[in-house]
């Protein structure tokens, strides 16, 4: 997804990741730019868990970012 926002660095905890998310939503400019930017954010996301060493640290960091947007 092309975008104009610029190269946001990779989250290391929780709290992070929801700054992060807040954000990024919270300087959407409208729907198009939200979406950009939720796309940006998911691909982030999947490269975490694609680094991480074993499955289970996979699925811990899906865990925990799951966590985070719901709440």
């Given at each position: 997804?092309?975008?104009?926002?610029?190269?946001?660095?990779?989250?290391?905890?929780?709290?992070?990741?929801?700054?992060?998310?807040?954000?990024?939503?919270?300087?959407?400019?409208?729907?198009?730019?939200?979406?950009?930017?939720?796309?940006?954010?998911?691909?982030m996301?999947?490269?975490?868990?694609?680094?991480?060493?074993?499955?289970?640290?996979?699925?811990?960091?899906r865990?925990?970012?799951?966590?985070?947007?719901?709440g």
């Amino acid at each position: 997804v092309a975008s104009d926002v610029p190269v946001m660095n990779t989250p290391a905890n929780r709290t992070e990741w929801a700054e992060l998310i807040v954000k990024e939503m919270s300087s959407a400019s409208d729907p198009n730019d939200t979406r950009n930017r939720v796309f940006r954010i998911l691909e982030m996301f999947d490269k975490c868990a694609a680094n991480c060493s074993t499955p289970d640290e996979a699925h811990k960091m899906r865990e925990m970012i799951i966590a985070t947007i719901l709440g």
